[in-house]
């Protein structure tokens, strides 16, 4: 038999210290597993404050942020917000991308978007929101493509853009903005995309646009733009210049027949005069690039040179004065020609149609001839290519796209292709399977159905100047796939999170048998008599010994942080009792009326505030005196599974959908649950920050 005083000796505490430091020590054994997860990394507390006030200035109708008022912004998961899959040399992770696109949004945009330092992908495009162009928005270094179109956004282009040395992608139109263009943002170099039209910009063109090296496409038409076109040569790479509707004067200048890779020149609905120089088409010599040439509605007298075209060139002079020459006319009907469909023509190859039932169909870039197959169809677009005449670029884009999705070029069908207001090319993919003989599969395994789909809606697919970004606007789930997409797969492997929790398992079963044995003898020992300050000592001490060891082993969990001032030392005094029980009233006072939070250690950072609030009611309970008012090992073990059962990993979360032909739903990048985030660690847990706490300290 062990003695009892040798025992509690050798731990060097009383017998109620030893009663609540057992129950409390397997509490926090059990629970910490819970937490290990959440310690691998957090958000940036400035880019979580940035985001709170990106919140607060928006209007959300449709709710589509509502996950953005709990949790951490990048172990949460918060909708719209990408993060980098590992933190930064500050021990922090940070937003990456912030996708908030067609989400119905209005309100206004806060400066506080210039906080998020490292963002690479600005997306607020097709909303309502109103106001004017953060001035903040230019010290963001990282920035690779700002999208605000199609908003109400007003006032002028602040200077500081000129400091987006990184963008590539420069998306500003349909909007009010006014004023001037800074001349200060021809220096950006690596601009590709520069769109600024159906504004209501005025001023004269920025007379230094020909130092953008890497321009691809310029669209400042459906302003108020005036003056003359600078005269000198904008960057050789350029496929698309529209200038069309604004009042610009003066003559066509003639380095547009020095841009080899044009292929789109509209100067339409201007008040241009002179000659047209036959140049622009006379030195092109690539057959395969089309070239349009938009001058209708101007003023233009005639045509200096040869009026004979090359086949690919379109030339279009309605409205102008030359029309009335007998030469000209031709070119000064109306344009009857749809260019807006670039499909090209199916195979001519004939197989019999009762061999391949729907949902299969043949498809005819097989290496097999007949091949019978089902496909994954796509519904997909292209938001600002960098050309305005698909169809020389038709193979360069599929051999791009089944490069970056790992296929082989004849698995690509591209059965549609279309242009649409923006511009914007809309098309339509069919993805067969591998065709190697007549035996091959006629349907993808599901491994392959959930890789591709997973390219396709975590932006895997490698960014391509010459295609620009892309929107992928559903998927056509034939019934072979019906089923293969919404069954959630299980991990390989068991998560780092896990491991650490089975261990302390085990330490918590080991030390529950102690806590046991500790518990009946102390029982045996105690007495009825004991006071009421002693009692709350030990209660105290259950608490302060909590402490101790999980800030000696995870310093951000604390729970008794309880700030003292002077006056409690005069009370303590006063009433001749120990400071201890000051503490004691804060504590259970705090408790009583659901303030804990006010003294729970600010190191804490963000943590699951129910199941905070669970932890501490079972550690107080644990702190009785009286026995028979404990919680029995089997409440505690129910309760803790409760507990478990409230964190975050398990929480559902919210999620946007995108809709498919099978009439099932599918979550969209921002936040699917089937498929990995590829910005965002999948084995951190995530937190609730209903607190207000924000973390302070680095994570481990």
Not at 125 to 137: A, D, S
Not at 439 to 460: A, C, K, L, P, Q
Request: overall charge neutral.
């Amino acid at each position: 038999m062990i003695r009892n005083s040798g025992a509690f000796s050798l731990l060097g505490m009383s017998k109620s210290r030893a009663c609540t430091f057992g129950a409390v020590l397997l509490i926090w054994l059990c629970c910490s597993s819970l937490l290990v997860a959440a310690q691998e990394g957090i958000t940036d507390p400035v880019e979580v404050k940035a985001l709170q006030d990106i919140r607060n200035s928006l209007i959300d109708i449709n709710k589509n942020l509502s996950n953005w008022r709990r949790g951490d912004p990048c172990t949460s998961n918060w909708t719209g917000v990408l993060c980098f899959n590992t933190t930064k040399e500050d021990a922090y992770l940070h937003v990456r991308e912030l996708q908030l696109l067609n989400m119905n949004l209005s309100g206004t945009l806060s400066p506080s978007l210039g906080h998020l330092s490292y963002m690479e992908i600005l997306l607020l495009n097709g909303n309502q929101l109103t106001g004017p162009l953060p001035e903040e928005l230019g010290h963001l270094p990282k920035l690779d493509r700002i999208q605000i179109d199609q908003n109400h956004i007003s006032g002028p282009i602040p200077k500081s853009f000129a400091y987006l040395n990184s963008t590539k992608h420069f998306h500003m139109n349909n909007n009010s903005i006014s004023g001037q263009i800074p001349a200060e943002l021809s220096r950006l170099p690596n601009l590709v995309h520069f769109l600024l039209d159906n504004n209501n910009l005025s001023g004269t063109l920025p007379p230094d646009l020909y130092k953008l090296p890497k321009l691809l496409i310029l669209d400042l038409s459906f302003n108020q733009l005036a003056g003359p076109i600078p005269p000198n040569k904008l960057s050789e790479n350029i496929t698309t210049i529209d200038l069309s509707n604004n009042t610009l004067n003066g003559t066509i200048p003639a380095y547009f027949s020095d841009l080899p890779r044009l292929q789109l020149l509209s100067i339409a609905n201007n008040s241009l005069s002179g000659s047209v120089p036959s140049t622009i088409w006379q030195t092109r010599t690539n057959g395969n690039e089309g070239l349009d040439l938009h001058f209708e509605n101007n003023r233009l007298s005639n045509i200096s040179g040869s009026t004979s075209l090359p086949q690919n060139v379109t030339l279009w002079l309605q409205g102008n004065p030359a029309c009335s020459n007998s030469n000209i006319v031709k070119f000064c009907g109306s344009q009857n020609v749809d260019m807006n469909d670039q499909s090209t023509t199916e195979s001519n190859v004939t197989c019999p149609t009762q061999s391949c039932p729907p949902p299969y169909e043949y498809f005819q870039t097989s290496p097999i001839s007949c091949f019978c197959a089902a496909p994954l169809i796509f519904r997909y677009r292209l938001k600002s290519p960098g050309f305005a005449n698909f169809i020389p670029y038709r193979v360069t884009f599929q051999d791009y796209l089944t490069s970056g999705l790992e296929l082989h070029l004849y698995q690509l069908d591209l059965s549609s292709a279309i242009w649409e207001e923006g511009p914007r090319l809309k098309m339509q993919l069919k993805l067969f399977p591998v065709s190697v003989n007549e035996n091959s599969s006629h349907t993808f395994n599901d491994s392959e159905v959930r890789r591709i789909i997973s390219m396709f809606t975590g932006w895997n697919i490698p960014d391509s100047p010459l295609f620009g970004p892309y929107e992928l606007l559903g998927i056509n789930l034939l019934s072979p796939y019906t089923n293969v997409l919404f069954v959630t797969p299980q991990k390989s492997k068991i998560s780092k999170g896990a491991l650490v929790g089975i261990v302390l398992g085990a330490i918590a079963g080991a030390v529950t048998l102690s806590a046991v044995v500790s518990l009946l003898i102390v029982r045996k020992h105690s007495r009825d008599n004991r006071a009421i300050s002693k009692r709350r000592r030990g209660a105290l001490s259950c608490l302060l010994n909590l402490r101790y060891l999980v800030e000696s082993t995870i310093p951000v969990f604390s729970l008794t942080n309880i700030k003292l001032h002077a006056s409690d030392h005069r009370e303590a005094n006063s009433r001749k009792i120990p400071i201890c029980d000051i503490i004691w009233e804060k504590v259970n006072i705090a408790y009583q009326t659901g303030m804990i939070f006010s003294i729970v250690d600010g190191r804490m950072g963000s943590y699951p505030s129910d199941c905070v609030d669970k932890f501490l009611t079972l550690a107080m309970k644990c702190c009785n005196d009286e026995t028979d008012e404990r919680p029995s090992m089997i409440d505690v073990v129910r309760e803790l599974e409760n507990m478990w059962h409230m964190m975050p990993e398990s929480d559902t979360k919210t999620t946007d959908t995108m809709s498919t032909d099978t009439g099932m739903e599918m979550t969209s990048p921002s936040s699917c649950s089937l498929l990995k985030n590829p910005y965002v660690s999948s084995e951190v847990s995530s937190s609730d920050l209903v607190s207000g706490v924000v973390p302070t300290i680095t994570p481990r």
